[in-house]
Every structure is written in structure tokens, then in C-alpha cells.
């Protein structure tokens, strides 16, 4: 079945450093990839996708490249804020195309800490 | 545009006792809807989801069901909680088969005593 692995937080930088979180999936099909964000006691929020292979997903100064080669979509930053502090969520859909199911596969999120 | 809302945002149960959580989709006609639930410190698990009225499908067999009774109404229900039960449910909304991408509610954290 499909899955999603992110490493595991917390990761702690200070601001204005490069962030990566490493994401990688295992999925039949072409799957869309995404990556939500969680802020404490809050929703998920939709931060950015790539529905298919070299594609580059991209949002408030994060990025996202979808390869297939290495089943990766490793979420990047150049220069993290305190704002940022969150929970991060990698995700991939499921290719149910006929049910109409179209679920989320979750990563287990990767907590990010950002001091001042 | 288009917004999803979770009632009610906190809720404290004993074990034992009924459950019923609603969720609400304004500005879309019918949406394919989700509840997932998200244990402390964990991923989030799909629990149901639905493309029309009346149309559940269960992903995980346990104590909870699900209904749509309207076209943008979703609710989680149980007749007896378990402690097991206890979490952060989230309710989500997808624009049916034209996309993927799913739009979260603000969520339900229920602790079950």
C-alpha cells in the first residue's frame, strides 16, 4: 500500500537559517504530493502540492520538487521566521480514480522549532 | 469562496457516553467529505469519507460511524466512547473527482475520562 516517511522532529534552527525536511513515499500510480502545515491547536492548511513528476510546488518562501527517481519531495526554505514554528505533514493521494475516494496518505509530521 | 467549520472545538466526555461532532462545508456543492483522526503526537488516520448523501465508506473498523443527512453535512457519531477514542478529529472537504487537494476544518480535540 501506499505509505510516507518524514524524518522525525524536532528540529530546532534559529531564524533566519536553511530548513529541509525530508519526505519520501512508496505509492503505485502517479500520485499528487503535498505538504500541509499545522500550526498548535489549529487545522491543517494546504501549503503547497506538485500533481506530477520535476514539478516544483511552491509558497511563502517554502519549496517542494516532486522525483520520482528517488520518491522524495523534500520540503525547503532559505531563511526560516519564529513564524514558521508548526507541525509539517508530507502527504500523498490516493489513486482510488473510480470511487472517488481521492484519501490522503499522511507522514507522521515533522515539528519544526524556530527560536529567535 | 468556500469555508468548513467543526463544532464543537472542544469536548470532554466520559467514557461510555454518546459522541456526535458536525462538520459543514459553505460555498461548494458536493464535495466529497472526510473525518480523519490525529492521536497525540501522530500522523492523521482516515477514518471516513463520502461522495454524496447518504454515501459512507469506512476505512478503519471500531466504534465510530458516520453520516451525511445533506449535501454539505457531516457528522461523527458513537454510541459509547472508549478512551481509545480520544484525539483530534479533523474534517475535511475535496472538490470531488476534478482534484486532490483537501481542505481542513479547524478540528474537534475530545478527551475521553
Known amino acids: 500500500g501506499n505509505s510516507v516517511t518524514q524524518m522525525e522532529g524536532p528540529v530546532t534552527l534559529s531564524e533566519e537559517a536553511f530548513l529541509t525536511i525530508n519526505c519520501t513515499y512508496t505509492a503505485t500510480g502517479y500520485p499528487s504530493l503535498f505538504w500541509y502545515v499545522q500550526y498548535p491547536g489549529e487545522g491543517l492548511q494546504l501549503l503547497l502540492k506538485?500533481?506530477?513528476?520535476?514539478d516544483k510546488g511552491s509558497n511563502k518562501g517554502f519549496e517542494a520538487t516532486y522525483r520520482k527517481e528517488t520518491t522524495s519531495f523534500h520540503l525547503e526554505k532559505g531563511s526560516v521566521q519564529v513564524s514558521d514554528s508548526a507541525v509539517y505533514f508530507c502527504?500523498?493521494?490516493?489513486?482510488?480514480?473510480?470511487?472517488?475516494?481521492?484519501?490522503?496518505?499522511f507522514g507522521s509530521g515533522t515539528r519544526l522549532q524556530v527560536q529567535p | 469562496s468556500q469555508t468548513i467549520h467543526q463544532w464543537p472545538a472542544t469536548l470532554v466526555q466520559p467514557v461510555g457516553s454518546p459522541l456526535s461532532l458536525e462538520c459543514t462545508v459553505e460555498g461548494t456543492s458536493n464535495p466529497n467529505l472526510y473525518w480523519y483522526r490525529q492521536a497525540a503526537g501522530r500522523g492523521l488516520q482516515l477514518l471516513f469519507y463520502s461522495v454524496g448523501i447518504g454515501q459512507i465508506s469506512s476505512e478503519v473498523p471500531q466504534n465510530l460511524s458516520a453520516s451525511r443527512p445533506q449535501d454539505r453535512q457531516f457528522i461523527l457519531s458513537s454510541k459509547k466512547l472508549l478512551l481509545s477514542d480520544s484525539g483530534f478529529y479533523l474534517c475535511a472537504w475535496s472538490a470531488g473527482l476534478a482534484t486532490d487537494t483537501q481542505y481542513f476544518g479547524p478540528g474537534t480535540r475530545l478527551t475521553v475520562l
Open positions: 506538485a500533481t506530477k513528476a520535476d
Open positions: 502527504a500523498l493521494s490516493d489513486q482510488g480514480l473510480n470511487t472517488g475516494r481521492r484519501a490522503l496518505t
